[in-house]
């Protein structure tokens, strides 16, 4: 994604400036909210259907929810994800169980008796 809409920017002559061009936050915040979204609602059969079924994704503030200006607009935030300082955003309970696969160590399941006679 990063470079797909690096390369946008760059094509359309759109500077890379500390007001303008790629913002890891941005990209990283709305595709979360935008896998969310598919994980709650499901996927459409085109990206336009998905994104008219889906006018919350269409609002260009919609981030502000989340962070503050002052978060928002660090140095740092425009070169790597930060975590939002307003509220969390939105995971979709799957992640919760993936993450919690995550953090267990990876054991084998004890062999259990065949029920087969």
């Keep these: 994604m990063r470079a ?9 002559h759109v500077p890379d400036e500390p007001m303008r061009g790629y913002h890891e ?3 990283h915040a709305w595709m ?8 709650e609602y499901g996927p459409a059969t085109t990206a336009d259907e998905f ?17 503050s200006r002052e978060r928002f607009m660090l140095p740092e935030a425009k070169v790597k994800f930060i975590e939002p300082d307003l509220t969390e955003l939105p995971k979709h309970p799957s992640e919760d169980l993936l993450e919690v696969k995550q953090l267990r160590p ?5 062999s259990r008796p065949s029920s087969r006679g």
């Design 4 to 12: 797909s809409i690096k390369a946008l920017n760059a094509a359309h």
């Design 25 to 27: 936050t941005t990209t």
């Design 32 to 39: 979360r909210l935008v896998q969310v979204t598919l994980c």
């Design 51 to 67: 994104f008219e079924q889906n006018p919350q994704l269409s609002q260009k503030k919609i981030l502000r929810l989340f962070y």
């Design 106 to 110: 990876n054991t084998e399941q004890k």
